[in-house]
């Protein structure tokens, strides 16, 4: 129940907190911080009775009538991705009373902030896959909130857009994929679904599902070829982008297909799928950050790469390559995450993130530069961080799988990424200052002091990695393949093959990063030359043509033409009704009655008003007939032994007649009178429709049936309602509120034509006023 308690709380928090922050101002640093040390705090007492027991959970009705429950899991991976969470955003919140101090948006930052970081703690924790979906659908709009929280920039809200539409889209195709899973298990319980994993194989939906919740997983992780919406999102504030970007939303993804993967994994479709798109994401995204200069951007695109490493180490699937996955999660989440407060310290500093003007910034920068290298040590593998001990594990799952060329892939990424990371750690700090340097005006202790919590983490991590295995990384994978295994992680493995290509990474490496003006420009122009083809520029053309579309059917559909939107509507409605009558209904003529003499009469008069309405110019003339026609159907009604229908058809007609004389007895005759084929086509449509109404009407009446409704009204109008005619109590009793909803339209209808005559009245009288004025 606490956990259910603490994920109100955020929620609670989402609307307090920029009321707090307005009126506590700094104060409110206190109780900010209260939320994400208190999930730390109950994640970490509930850490030992998940080791025992594999799981907590909580469970109460929700949507019983579907049989979704509001039912919470917290076991080994709800436990990483929690605690990951909880430290990040404590951190995000430290570091943004100092980031984003006196900024116009600061207030509405930490109720954005604070929704995003419950819907992640949901979306980890949900047991319902479609309470799950509920809370991934929260972290896209929250994102996109917290993205263009500079809304007053172009470029903010576009990449806000971007990210919503990309995200959101995948979730669409998520939440198709979920169904299909429950169609075939039966359940919406992630228990049970990933404890049938063999029905879910063996169907003939397996292969559809896969494809729909991959889509929801790349999109949300940002692999290619949607990989193009994290770079763009780098226009957020930086305490978001060390937040979603780096540790949290877009390893939804990754944490996603961790969960599924005894439910969908095994199969040759999951390794290839997975492995291809993962590898292909490792690549493009080094390849795409050898090319940048701004720090934020960067980082962006190493977290592109590595976010495919994960897909590609969960694609392999074996208990090795989810280790590896589960270390990497953890290592990448700390240094990635120090480094982007680092770039944020960087560019509060000197207002630039340009790589090319930041030279010689440790001697203003001291304790800045520390968590930069200390981070930057573990991004680049050196031991003894975290960061060696997962790169080790990715060569290690690499060489085992089945291609060689897995391995050769990974080490020329990783090698990029290992230059990258001189870039961004090192170069900043410690090289000669130049002509060009932009210049630092010190550091602030909100804004060092987070980064370097998170490198010392990331440190100490390294020097006890037994500390890691036990408390997060075995859990998390036990979690993940559903079984008990042991988990070691050490910082020496002997003189092994993974050893080596570690020391060649760092290697080419080495190279790559101090010769980046050798090649950089080359890199940068045969990009730009592949932009035409590029992912973003599908993405750009894309919405430009559903932009277009809208406009072409906007103009089409809602032109202004009345007579053009009533034909569209009873066409659509004819296509419809049409295709489940032929199908469906049976046919009016099988059990075809002759009409007596009198219902032929009344048919007659009904025909002939109708075609008088049509053929009439005067307004007067037409409101007459429409009234005679309505008090023939009344005459029916009494054929048929339904006074009180006919007494009500009386009175509404004599009612509409009056009105209908009220409002256009001033107005002169129609001038015209449509023809030729517009007059034919009504014709034609008219027509259609009323036989089809007719046909349908018949056919109804032809289905014998058994109403529950009319032996209940029968039995109880008199009973509960104290009326003996039936239909009056539907209308005053059992449907009171229908009929007084069209006693209000009514009453607004006379209101408005009242108001519609005395406006004719005063304006009849502005225009002689103005005539005798002018005379």
Not at 110 to 126: E, K
Not at 484 to 512: C, D, E, N, Q, R
Not at 515 to 540: D, F, N, W
Not at 725 to 742: A, K, M, S
Request: include cysteine.
């Amino acid at each position: 129940m606490e956990f259910i308690i603490l994920l109100g709380t955020g929620f609670l928090l989402t609307f307090i907190a920029p009321w707090m922050r307005r009126f506590l101002r700094g104060w409110s640093l206190p109780f900010f911080l209260a939320y994400p040390l208190a999930t730390l705090g109950l994640l970490w007492n509930a850490s030992g009775m998940i080791q025992k027991q594999s799981s907590v959970q909580v469970s109460f009705p929700w949507v019983s009538s579907l049989g979704v429950d509001f039912a919470l899991r917290v076991d080994g991976l709800g436990l990483l991705f929690g605690m990951l969470i909880s430290v990040i955003g404590a951190l995000v919140v430290l570091y943004a009373h100092g980031y984003l101090h006196h900024h116009p948006q600061e207030n509405r930052f930490y109720g954005f902030l604070f929704l995003f970081m419950t819907a992640m703690l949901g979306v980890v924790w949900s047991e319902d896959i479609f309470l799950l979906f509920i809370f991934w659908e929260l972290t896209s709009i929250s994102s996109f909130l917290l993205i263009g929280l500079e809304h007053h920039e172009e470029k903010a809200r576009k990449a806000a857009l971007q990210a919503l539409l990309v995200t959101a889209g995948g979730g669409l195709a998520l939440l198709a994929g979920l169904v299909g899973l429950t169609l075939i298990t039966g359940s919406s319980r992630l228990s049970v679904i990933n404890a049938h994993g063999n029905w879910i194989v063996q169907s003939k939906l397996y292969l559809p599902v896969l494809l729909l919740i991959l889509a929801g997983a790349f999109t949300k992780s940002a692999q290619f070829p949607f990989h193009f919406w994290l770079p763009g999102a780098m226009a957020a504030p930086t305490p978001v982008s060390a937040y979603l970007h780096s540790a949290t939303m877009v390893k939804a993804g990754v944490y996603l297909l961790a969960r599924l993967t005894p439910a969908l994994g095994g199969t040759p479709e999951w390794h290839t799928l997975l492995t291809l798109f993962g590898l292909a994401t490792l690549l493009v995204g080094a390849l795409l950050a050898l090319a940048q200069t701004d720090l934020k951007r960067l980082l962006a695109y190493t977290t592109v790469a590595s976010l495919g490493t994960m897909i590609f180490l969960i694609g392999l699937g074996d208990s090795l390559a989810i280790k590896s996955a589960m270390a990497l999660i953890l290592a990448h989440a700390l240094y990635k995450g120090s480094l982007f407060f680092v770039a944020g310290g960087i560019d509060h500093s000197t207002y630039t993130r340009d790589i090319n003007r930041l030279n010689a910034l440790a001697g203003k920068m001291p304790l800045t530069a520390l968590a930069a290298a200390l981070a930057g040590i573990s991004m680049l593998g050196i031991p003894p961080t975290l960061g060696f001990i997962s790169k080790e594990l990715i060569y290690e799952a690499s060489l085992e799988s089945t291609s060689g060329g897995n391995t050769l892939i990974v080490l020329i990424a990783l090698s990029g990424l290992t230059a990258v990371g001189l870039w961004v750690a090192f170069l900043p700090f410690w090289t000669k200052s130049g002509e060009n340097t932009a210049k630092a005006h010190g550091e602030d202790v909100f804004l060092w002091l987070p980064p370097l919590i998170l490198a010392l983490i990331s440190l100490t991590l390294g020097l006890l990695p037994s500390v890691a295995s036990k408390a997060l990384v075995q859990p998390a994978v036990e979690a993940a393949l559903l079984k008990s295994m042991p988990v070691k992680l050490s910082l020496w493995h002997g003189w092994t093959p993974m050893l080596a290509l570690s020391a060649l990474t760092l290697g080419i490496g080495a190279v790559l990063g101090f010769s980046r003006t050798c090649y950089q420009h080359a890199v940068q122009t045969i990009l730009q030359a592949l932009s035409p083809i590029s992912p973003e520029r599908g993405y750009e053309r894309g919405l430009a043509g559903l932009k277009h579309f809208a406009t072409v059917q906007t103009n089409f559909l809602q032109n202004g033409y009345f007579r053009r939107y009533l034909l569209t509507t009873i066409l659509f409605g004819m296509v419809l009704v049409g295709a489940i009558l032929i199908q469906s209904l049976p046919l009016p003529w099988a059990s075809f009655t002759p009409p007596r003499f009198y219902e032929i009469i009344l048919v007659g008069l009904i025909l002939t008003g109708v075609f008088a309405v049509t053929r009439t110019s005067s307004r007067m003339a037409a409101a007459a007939l429409l009234g005679m026609i309505g008090f023939t159907i009344a005459l029916i009604y009494l054929l048929y032994s339904a006074p009180d229908l006919a007494m009500v058809q009386f009175t509404i007609e004599t009612l509409s007649v009056i009105l209908f004389v009220l409002v256009i007895y001033r107005l002169p005759q129609f001038t015209r009178t449509r023809g030729g084929r517009t007059a034919v086509l009504d014709v034609l449509v008219s027509v259609a429709a009323g036989v089809l109404v007719t046909v349908l009407v018949l056919s109804i009446s032809a289905v014998p049936h058994d109403s529950l409704v009319t032996p209940f009204y029968a039995e109880n109008s008199l009973k509960l309602a104290q009326g003996k005619n039936v239909v009056n109590v539907i209308l005053v009793d059992f449907r009171g509120f229908d009929t007084l909803g069209e006693i209000t339209v009514l009453a607004l209808a006379g209101i408005g034509v009242f108001a519609l005559l005395k406006l004719s009245g005063k304006s009849e009288a502005i225009r002689t006023a103005e005539k005798e004025e002018a005379e």
